[in-house]
């Protein structure tokens, strides 16, 4: 093996205390600014987003698409071939801010309407910010006889929950008035950038028991005002019609068609988030009872601590440089504590071996000495591997710089918490509670 120490005697432990204190420095810093930043910067998998499949007429290059993208602030927009040379899947994170017009009422239904002497009615009512903005349908609302502010009607529940463009909502309305008078249901909604659109309106019909009918008056559908002017307009344009738009403006000679829209919702991507947390927690346990049942418990905790200490740091540092937590970042965190448990447990198997062969030393100068006999593996390991990360960092382009970023931080990182991190935990646990199985001599 290459060896680029020969025999080195350099006292980890002495500095272990230095150790805690820079690491202990740097796990604060990213805290805070998770704090200060509201928690991490989650990207589309995480906080919902557009989808939008284009096709060009002739072939074209990610790297032009992107260009022309980054003029609307869609430099960080996932751009994917998708079968031919013409095809691309492009997937960004929220919605561009140009929509200042809320949502349509597609239509108000009254079930039964007429009463016909029913103690309750049911309002249910179709929304949609389809052609009127392009975003989440966040809250609808009702009122009687008047249109009240927005904000101030009675509010109406999802069907199922309020996470996409188009939504269906309901509510109760009891009866309390004289057969014979004639009532207007007003509806409106906001979406999620603060809109309310325009209302829309059915007439309720109060009848007498078993009474079905309405003589003299006709009833009357939902008409919402300015619908179809505000489809036929184009007004607020959609993500995929904006993003379309712009690309056609830029290149006139190989104008794109929308073929598909998609929305990924808030309510898939909090799930995503709960399954992500899950899979770190389940590793890490793993990790314990692994490197516990191997070597013992407090080097099984060392080794944890460790991994929480090498995962907190890097998503601390992309914190303060305000990188996305995507996907890949979750793989490449996974791929972490994955690279770090194998330093500990080469570093933790010498010192067993050592304690075995090793009887009469004194415990700090065993691990000591088992520190530097695997420092040689420890950096060539880790060079070897760093040198592959910063080829993808510089050449890997924009989707694989982050992913190549965190996979490096985390080696850097990993490789410090092997030599300063795990046995020193294990030293000071020992100081502070002797085992049988390990004596401090």
């Not at 096709?55 to 290059?61: G, L």
């Not at 999802?158 to 004289?178: C, G, N, Q, Y």
Request: zero cysteines.
């Amino acid at each position: 093996m290459l060896r680029i120490f020969k025999k080195p005697e350099i006292d980890f432990i002495g500095f272990r205390k230095h150790a805690f204190i820079v690491s202990g420095t740097l796990i604060v810093i990213g805290l805070i600014s998770l704090i200060v930043r509201g928690g991490p910067n989650y990207g589309i998998d995480f906080t919902g987003g557009s989808l939008i499949q284009v096709h060009f007429d002739k072939p074209i290059k990610t790297d032009e698409i992107r260009s022309s993208l980054a003029k609307i602030g869609m430099s960080k927009a996932v751009i994917q071939r998708f079968g031919t040379a013409s095809d691309f899947l492009i997937t960004t994170k929220g919605e561009i801010g140009i929509d200042s017009t809320g949502p349509e009422i597609l239509s108000v239904e009254i079930d039964p309407n007429p009463t016909a002497g029913a103690a309750l009615v049911t309002v249910k009512t179709t929304v949609s910010d389809e052609y009127t903005g392009g975003s989440i349908v966040m809250v609808v609302e009702m009122s009687v006889d008047s249109a009240v502010a927005p904000g101030e009607g009675t509010v109406m529940s999802a069907v199922d929950f309020f996470d996409s463009r188009r939504e269906a909502a309901s509510s109760t309305l009891p009866i309390e008035w004289k057969p014979g008078e004639t009532h207007t249901i007003y509806v409106r909604a906001e979406d999620s950038k603060g809109n309310w659109g325009d209302t829309g309106s059915a007439k309720l019909y109060v009848t007498a028991k078993g009474v079905t009918s309405t003589p003299g008056e006709l009833k009357e559908e939902a008409v919402p005002p300015g619908r179809s002017e505000a489809r036929d307009a184009g007004l607020g344009l959609g993500m995929g019609q904006y993003v379309a738009e712009k690309l056609r403006a830029d290149f006139p000679d190989n104008a794109p068609r929308v073929d598909r829209e998609e929305l990924v919702g808030p309510r898939v991507s909090k799930g995503l988030q709960g399954k992500a947390a899950i899979a770190l927690a389940v590793g890490m346990l793993a990790i314990l009872v692994y490197v516990g049942f191997r070597f013992t418990l407090r080097f099984g905790v060392g080794a944890v601590i460790a991994l929480f200490h090498d995962v907190l740091i890097t998503i601390g540092i992309f914190s303060i440089f305000n990188r996305e937590i995507t996907i890949p970042i979750i793989a490449a965190l996974l791929t972490i504590v994955g690279y770090s448990i194998n330093d500990s447990i080469v570093v933790s198997d010498r010192i067993r071996e050592n304690l075995r062969t090793m009887r009469k030393t004194k415990f700090e100068v065993l691990v000591n000495r088992s520190i530097n006999q695997t420092l040689s593996r420890t950096i060539v390991t880790s060079l070897t591997t760093m040198l592959v990360l910063v080829g993808l960092l510089i050449f890997g382009g924009p989707v694989l710089r982050d992913f190549a970023l965190a996979l490096l931080i985390g080696v850097v990182v990993g490789t410090y918490s092997s030599i300063f991190v795990v046995a020193p935990v294990v030293i000071e646990w020992e100081r502070l509670s002797p085992s049988k199985k390990i004596m401090m001599r």
